[in-house]
């Protein structure tokens, strides 16, 4: 499981650096770096040197690359004294403050063989694996006989296809070298390749044969940049917390704001209601005051053997149906009365058996007076 651990971060380590993400962080870390004072520009570099290491038949080379170029340091020839040649290295890495570098050892490109080809894009989570069971389909060797890694070059999603560059090289050779580099405090932390346009940037050593060089410094800056983050994630959470904490505190004062906006509009509606009870008998009084002044007028001219059955009083007519001992009389009586005009009947009359009076139907408009006496009380009810 640690080691499908491991080939998982590895994975996304090289998906990371070959994809479109790691380009754009490259590219953009490299325009913030342009963008950098001078003095700056020069400690970063300064900070991401790494020892270089190329291994003769008769001499070491030791070398110092910063990003930029390569210097070399210094050449130490084979068989000479061990301690005195250990001694040599630790002032010289000592001096030009190596000793917590990563080092490097430099292959001539004529020992690395370079191999472009395909695999299915599936084999990419494990393409290390892969490539060990395939090394005889595309080398000369076995993966046991060699140390090799990859590039990946693209990524064919149509065609489903993984585009890659494989380097491989012997492992006895390499495996000499490092023996003879241990002596001397120059152990690898990784075999990369020298080509004629420069460094490969790659490693072809295995995990378990990596020298580990731990970088104080670099550890220090480290625990400084994530106790940075840490202080700025806090203050963000602090800043969300503090933003949260006063919207609750708008929110629960604009809902007391309507609690109290909603007591003053029940209050009001109250009043209202108050107010429209209140004046409801006086609107009524306003509205129908006309119907009493009429109905005092019929009562006033209406004899005494007359009496009504059914009465329909409105502000611009009368109707009214009984009985009385002349009913033909009823006519003039009311035209008379300053409250109607134009009475008539709306049908013949008829005698009553029972009563012997006769039956009448009559229909009067009321006048000008009686009208403007039913809309002024409605105006002052106003």
């Known amino acids: 499981m640690a080691i499908a651990l491991k080939n998982t971060i590895r994975n996304f380590k090289n998906r990371l650096e070959t994809g479109q993400v790691g380009q754009f962080f490259r590219w953009w870390g490299g325009e913030l770096g342009n963008a950098l004072p001078e003095r700056l520009r020069a400690q970063l570099q300064y900070a991401r040197r790494r020892l270089l290491i190329q291994d003769y038949e008769d001499e070491i080379s030791i ?20 301690q005195l040649q250990q001694q040599q290295v630790r002032e010289l890495l000592q001096q030009h403050e190596l000793t917590q570098v990563s080092r490097d050892l430099l292959l001539p490109e004529d020992q690395v063989l370079r191999i472009k080809s395909v695999l299915p894009l599936a084999t990419e ?13 595309h080398t000369p060797f076995q993966a046991a006989e060699v140390f090799f890694t990859c590039r990946v070059l ?30 001397l405090g120059l152990a690898p932390t990784g075999v990369d390749i020298m080509m004629d346009e420069g460094l490969g940037g790659i490693n072809l050593l295995p995990e378990g044969l990596q020298a580990r060089v731990v970088n104080e410094r670099t550890r220090v800056n480290w625990l400084v940049a994530g106790a940075a983050v840490l202080l700025l994630v806090f203050v963000m959470a602090q800043s969300l917390w503090l933003r949260q904490h006063q919207v609750n505190e708008v929110t629960r004062a604009i809902e007391d704001v309507r609690a109290e906006a909603q007591s003053v509009q029940q209050i009001r509606k109250q009043i209202e209601d108050a107010g429209e009870a ?26 005494d053997d007359t009496y009504l059955d059914r009465l329909s009083l409105h502000a611009q007519n009368l109707q009214i149906q009984g009985k009385s001992n002349n009913a033909q009389k009823l006519i003039e009586l009311i035209n008379d009365s300053g409250f109607f005009n134009a009475a008539s009947f709306r049908g013949p009359t008829r005698a009553d058996n029972r009563s012997d009076k006769e039956i009448f139907d009559l229909n009067a408009n009321t006048t000008t007076g009686v009208r403007s006496a039913a809309v002024t009380p409605a105006k002052d009810a106003g």
Do not use: C, W
């Open 63 to 82: 070398s110092v690359e910063d990003g930029v170029a390569v210097q070399s340091l210094d050449t130490f020839s084979r068989g000479g004294d061990t």
């Open 154 to 183: 693209q990524r064919d999603r149509e065609a489903n296809h993984l585009h890659f560059e494989l380097f491989v090289t012997p492992r006895e050779p390499v495996e000499k070298m490092i023996e003879r580099l241990k002596p």
């Open 125 to 137: 989570s494990n393409l290390r694996q892969a490539l060990s069971y395939e090394m005889d389909k």
């Open 278 to 303: 209140a004046s409801f008998l006086q609107v009524r009084k306003a509205d129908n005051g006309y119907k009493v002044a009429m109905l005092a007028e019929l009562t006033r001219v209406l004899p």
